[in-house]
């Protein structure tokens, strides 16, 4: 199986300010024939559904505001919200799709300083 | 878009059967999964069914837990018979790709049903 390893497991960041989140994956989840990362951020809420935000590593969700970015390739990755709003406060998730089982992160929880 | 039922209160061995109904997309053209958190966990992939009915199991779930579809209701089940305290989450379905193809992202998800395993 493919072991995700986030980082931070948690962090606080002030209003207006940038988060980063880090996830590592035990291997390379790029695929050489298409030249993507099979690669995927969630934001969860207390009582909502997961909600995607970022796929193939850098591909914002329609809908998704534009300051949450995701960035990285082969095993590591980035996710950054640039300018973090109180809303933002989650539990977030990285995801790799390319091997099976489908794995997840452990999470990091981002909280408003 | 999702909606699940049939979560509840089980005993450890008993049996608990998930439903999923879906709406807004054409049901048939989608792969669908079921995705679990344990209370204070991270999210745990659990089943896999495509288009054709190709299905994948997570290793804690093979033998115990049944995935099926039906295309005519729009609706995806989980049947789940053996339970263990440690099948206790929420259960999530969400979909997956357009076709046949197992590596995919996720969404939408539904907002999941409760299922505790206890005596």
């Known amino acids: 199986d493919i072991v995700m390893t986030q980082s931070p497991d948690s962090l606080a960041v002030s209003l207006g300010e940038r988060a980063t989140i880090n996830c590592k994956s035990s291997q390379s989840v790029l695929y050489s024939s298409n030249s993507k990362n099979y690669l995927a951020w969630y934001q969860l809420k207390p009582g909502q559904p997961p909600k995607l935000l970022i796929y193939w590593a850098s591909t914002r969700e329609s809908g998704v505001p534009d300051r949450f970015s995701g960035s990285g390739s082969g095993t590591d990755f980035t996710l950054t919200v640039s300018s973090l709003q109180a809303e933002d406060a989650a539990i977030y998730y990285c995801q790799q799709y390319y091997g099976r089982p489908i794995t997840f992160g452990q999470g990091t929880r981002l909280e408003i300083k | 878009q999702l909606v699940e039922s049939g979560g509840g209160l089980v005993q450890p061995g008993g049996s608990l059967r998930l439903s999923c109904a879906a709406s807004?997309?054409?049901?048939?053209?989608?792969?669908l999964n079921w995705v679990r958190q344990a209370p204070g966990k991270g999210l745990e992939w659990i089943s896999y069914?495509?288009?054709?009915?190709?299905?994948y199991y997570a290793d804690s779930v093979k033998g115990r837990f049944t995935i099926s579809r039906d295309n005519a209701k729009n609706s995806l089940s989980l049947q789940m018979d053996s339970l263990r305290d440690e099948d206790t989450a929420v259960y999530y379905c969400?979909?997956?790709?357009?076709?046949?193809?197992?590596?995919?992202?996720?969404?939408?998800w539904g907002q999941g049903t409760l299922v505790i395993v206890s005596s």
């Open positions: 969400a979909r997956g790709a357009y076709g046949d193809y197992f590596s995919n992202w996720f969404g939408p």
């Open positions: 807004g997309f054409t049901f048939s053209d989608y792969s």
């Open positions: 069914i495509s288009t054709i009915g190709t299905i």
